[in-house]
C-alpha cells in the first residue's frame, strides 16, 4: 500500500485510542462524581438536564471546598454551641417557629466559625455537600420550611422535622475535621439528644 494510507490508519488508529481513553476516563471521573455525592449527584443531574452539565458543575464544587480555609472548633466553641442548641430546642414547645428560626441562625453560625460563607443559601448547600451529601437534602428541606414558616404555611409536625434536620447538620458540623475519633463525635450527639424531650422533637 502506499505510504499515505498508512499514514491515514495511523491517524485512524490514534484517534479510536484517544476516544477509547477519553472515554475511560469519563466513565471514571462519573464514577467517583456518583460514588462522592450519592443522591446529590442524581438530583444534580435532573435539575442540570444532563450528566456532563451536572458533572461540571460537581467538579466545580469540589474545586471551590479545597479552596476554603475550613478550621475545626474548640472544645470551648463546641460546648458553647450545645448549650446554644439545648437552648433553642427548649424554645420548641412554647414557640416553634422561633426555633426554627434560631435553629437555621444556630448552623450558620458554626458554619461560619468553621470558615464556610454563609450570605447565600444555595451556595451554603453546594458547599456541605462535598462533605455531607447525606445531609444536604435534609438541610435543604428544614431550610424550606423554615421559609414555609415565615409564610405561615408550616405545620408544627413540619416544624418539628425542620428541627430535627438542623440538628443532624448541626452535630456533624460540630465535630468534623476536629481530629478526635468516633467517640467524641457520639459524646456530642449524645449531649444533644440527653437534652431533647423526647415528645417533643420525635
Request: proline letters at 2%.
Amino acid at each position: 500500500m502506499d505510504t499515505w494510507v498508512w499514514i491515514v490508519i495511523g491517524v485512524i488508529v490514534v484517534f479510536v485510542v484517544l476516544g477509547v481513553v477519553f472515554s475511560a476516563l469519563r466513565t471514571r471521573r462519573s464514577r467517583s462524581l456518583q460514588n462522592q455525592f450519592g443522591r446529590e449527584y442524581d438530583r444534580t443531574v435532573d435539575k442540570a438536564g444532563g450528566r456532563r452539565e451536572a458533572e461540571r458543575e460537581l467538579a466545580e464544587r469540589q474545586k471551590r471546598h479545597d479552596e476554603l480555609e475550613l478550621r475545626p472548633l474548640s472544645q470551648d466553641a463546641r460546648d458553647r454551641y450545645l448549650q446554644q442548641w439545648q437552648v433553642t430546642q427548649g424554645r420548641f414547645v412554647d414557640d416553634p417557629t422561633g426555633a426554627v428560626s434560631e435553629a437555621d441562625d444556630l448552623v450558620q453560625r458554626v458554619m461560619r466559625d468553621r470558615g464556610y460563607p454563609v450570605d447565600d443559601f444555595e451556595q451554603r448547600a453546594a458547599d456541605i455537600s462535598v462533605e455531607h451529601p447525606e445531609l444536604v437534602e435534609k438541610y435543604r428541606t428544614a431550610n424550606g420550611i423554615a421559609r414555609a414558616s415565615e409564610r405561615g404555611e408550616a405545620s408544627t409536625e413540619d416544624l418539628r422535622h425542620s428541627v430535627r434536620h438542623y440538628r443532624a447538620l448541626f452535630v456533624e458540623l460540630l465535630e468534623v475535621d476536629d481530629g478526635g475519633d468516633a467517640s467524641t463525635r457520639d459524646r456530642a450527639a449524645e449531649e444533644v439528644h440527653a437534652h431533647e424531650n423526647v415528645e417533643r422533637l420525635r
